[in-house]
């Protein structure tokens, strides 16, 4: 009898049945890193075998649809933009004054020769609208208690087909990410830090991206300014805006 | 001796016409499929050296860790210099640069925009050197199906094939979209002066052939280049050499600089080594089974002879005919009856390996998902040794099977020879 009451008191305590609803945690983050539109600055260090070099960008974005970006430095990379609009991708390149379509296994190609592909760039839905969730344990990262949460693709066109994440069980965001192919190889890693409050949410303001399937030390995507639900002008997200 | 014995094998038929028969098929089996695997191989190895692998190829360490991924970004630096070492420390070597790079092709319309784009297997030549002798070296002005070859730079052939499927004519613009050397985009401007057909299906796919200048500006590769391929002056593979030359340039490598040069053997890459050596093991394996099974054929041809023969054998030992005389007699048959049969048989070997060396066989067919380089076209080709490999086989085999039969003689007893023939 005395036994029964502490397999009891411990199911009723510490047992598996006490995490919390895993698609409400992910609704959480996407309240926090999701917003109607944003205006960012940021950089991209790429490591590379033979040296390292930092590309900077301004970026808008609207909803999961449309977004544009201008690469600013280095000269290199000066000028060319990309522009998306629903799932087409067009890429200015100065140089050559041609705005180029990418479609199909190109926009799984790395983006500047970064860890991030064209697909990671362009993925901007909510995490509750393409996957199921299930939390599955939790651990804590740099001194912070997080959830870790096992997400399934419930949509077909999702570039990875599960990830597991990390949730910070504070401020709701993730401070670590694996994203898997649907054969179950572990394909990317994200470092997500800088974890900041602005405009009463909290953000990663630094992310670096590991492609598993390349040496190296990763790619740090650092965002120096973000502005969210801004007014950005509809000209933005035109192809017209490409060669201006 | 000889004489008489062959006016026997002329004259009785039934005793030579057989083995003749099985002696020539076999031999000329054996001499038309040594020259076709000789041909296939040579064609192979060519096209591999040619294309892709030189005789001898200088990459850095690491890009040879990863040179299925055609890694530009470990690529060899300061090329210029080096190509001045090895062409002054190994003359008999004609050294060139090259760069093999991947990428997009994107074929504007006239607003400028993406009309049609594939994937493009980009190989950047010393095109407008004259003196690299590259355009001889990969056949480039006879492989050439419409237009003319780059004449300066900005210029690039390309896959016929491509231009097919992409609807692009000479003297259009195309636009290459990749990455350099650091990983950053890159674009850049060619027009078409040619398309091309090698007969490679590995090469026709996607092809672009432009100046190692513009692809070294287009690529961040200043002074560099992937790879810089070594040829032998005499034109033909020699593996000894090759090997010899790598050993003298690697001894001075540097193992803990993942970038230093390093030299590879034409065997050592695109797997050929395991290949060669498989062809030739089964081309050995292939002439002894052929050995073994015409010997066993022409035993029983000669035991059947033998007992056809039965009877003129027991009256040349009832005539006092040593046993060790009959049995030399019936070699030496049988050496003039394998020296027949061998002569015809590598004539008709010889025939049908001269036809296949202009006609081959088109396996086109089953390259066309394909990576490797091979040749759509198979080739046989004439080699000395072409004369004595069925030839040589072919002898022994019909000895071999007449001694085998021959040994029944030794078994007879003169004493009951006469009551064996009821003389």
């Given at each position: ?32 890193l ?14 590379g ?21 201008e ?18 991708l ?26 991030l ?5 362009m ?20 001194d ?15 570039s ?8 910070d ?16 190889q572990?394909l ?15 953000f ?20 120096e ?20 | ?20 028969i ?19 191989m ?35 630096l ?20 090259r ?42 002005a ?23 499927k ?21 674009f ?17 796919r ?61 065997k ?6 395991s ?46 005919e040593a ?27 010889l ?7 202009y ?22 080709k ?28 030794y078994k ?9 023939l009821?003389?």
């Amino acid at each position: 009898m005395k036994s029964l009451l502490v397999i009891v008191f411990s199911l009723i305590i510490g047992g598996g049945g006490d995490f919390p609803d895993a698609n409400e945690i992910l609704k959480k983050v996407d309240e926090n890193l999701m917003s109607k539109n944003r205006i960012t600055e940021s950089k991209m260090v790429i490591y590379g075998r033979r040296n390292s070099r930092t590309v900077t960008s301004k970026g808008y974005s609207e909803g999961d649809t449309k977004s544009f970006t201008e690469y600013l430095s280095p000269e290199r990379e000066k000028g060319t933009k990309m522009l998306k609009l629903e799932d087409r991708l067009w890429i200015y390149s100065p140089s050559t004054d041609r705005t180029i379509q990418l479609s199909g296994h190109m926009l799984r190609q790395s983006v500047m020769g970064s860890d991030l592909s064209y697909e990671d760039m362009m993925e901007d839905r909510e995490l509750t609208e393409i996957y199921n969730a299930k939390v599955i344990g939790e651990e804590t990262i740099e001194d912070r208690k997080v959830w870790i949460l096992e997400l399934t693709a419930k949509v077909d066109d999702v570039s990875y087909e599960s990830r597991k994440s990390w949730i910070d069980q504070e401020r709701y965001v993730p401070l670590k990410e694996e994203l898997y192919a649907k054969s179950g190889q572990l394909l990317k890693r994200i470092t997500l830090s800088q974890v900041e409050r602005l405009d009463g949410r909290w953000f990663p303001k630094k992310m670096n991206y590991k492609d598993m399937l390349k040496d190296g030390k990763g790619t740090d995507f650092i965002i120096e300014k973000i502005e969210f639900d801004a007014d950005i002008p509809d000209y933005i997200f035109s192809k017209a805006s490409l060669k201006k | 001796m000889i004489e008489f014995l062959l006016k026997g094998i002329l004259r009785d038929k039934s005793r030579s016409l057989l083995p003749i028969i099985i002696v020539t098929i076999g031999v000329s089996l054996t001499v038309m499929l040594s020259g076709y695997i000789r041909g296939a191989m040579g064609d192979i190895t060519d096209q591999n050296a040619r294309f892709e692998t030189g005789h001898v190829k200088v990459v850095t360490r690491a890009y040879h860790e990863n040179m299925d991924q055609l890694p530009i970004d470990l690529a060899l630096l300061g090329v210029d210099s080096l190509q001045e070492v090895l062409s002054t420390k190994y003359p008999d070597v004609q050294w060139v640069k090259r760069t093999r790079f991947g990428g997009l092709i994107d074929v504007p319309d006239e607003n400028g925009e993406t009309k049609g784009q594939g994937p493009a297997a980009g190989m950047s030549l010393q095109l407008l050197d004259d003196k690299s002798g590259e355009i001889d070296r990969l056949n480039i002005a006879s492989s050439l199906v419409k237009g003319n070859l780059p004449t300066k730079r900005g210029e690039a052939l390309i896959g016929d094939d491509f231009a097919h499927k992409l609807q692009i004519e000479t003297g259009d613009e195309i636009t290459y979209v990749g990455s350099t050397m650091n990983g950053s985009m890159t674009f850049k401007n060619f027009v078409v002066s040619g398309t091309i057909r090698f007969g490679v299906a590995a090469m026709d796919r996607g092809t672009i052939i432009a100046d190692i200048a513009d692809v070294q500006e287009m690529l961040d590769l200043f002074d560099g280049s992937s790879e810089i391929l070594g040829y032998f002056n005499e034109g033909v593979y020699n593996d000894d050499k090759a090997k010899t030359l790598k050993a003298d340039f690697n001894q001075n490598l540097d193992a803990a600089d993942e970038f230093a040069p390093m030299m590879l053997t034409l065997k050592e890459q695109n797997n050929l080594a395991s290949y060669l050596d498989y062809v030739d093991l089964y081309s050995a394996f292939f002439v002894g089974i052929f050995v073994m099974a015409m010997s066993i054929v022409l035993w029983n041809t000669g035991l059947l002879g033998g007992l056809r023969r039965y009877q003129e054998f027991g009256i040349r030992l009832a005539l006092g005919e040593a046993k060790n005389q009959i049995y030399k007699t019936l070699i030496l048959e049988a050496i003039l009856i394998g020296v027949i049969g061998s002569v015809i048989g590598t004539a008709i070997g010889l025939g049908i390996t001269f036809y296949m060396q202009y006609e081959g066989i088109d396996i086109s067919e089953m390259l066309n998902n394909s990576t490797m380089l091979m040749p759509t076209i198979l080739r046989s080709k004439f080699t000395p040794d072409l004369l004595y490999i069925g030839f040589i086989p072919g002898l022994i085999a019909m000895v071999i099977g007449n001694a085998l039969s021959g040994i029944g003689i030794y078994k007879r007893e003169t004493a009951v020879l006469f009551k064996e023939l009821e003389v």
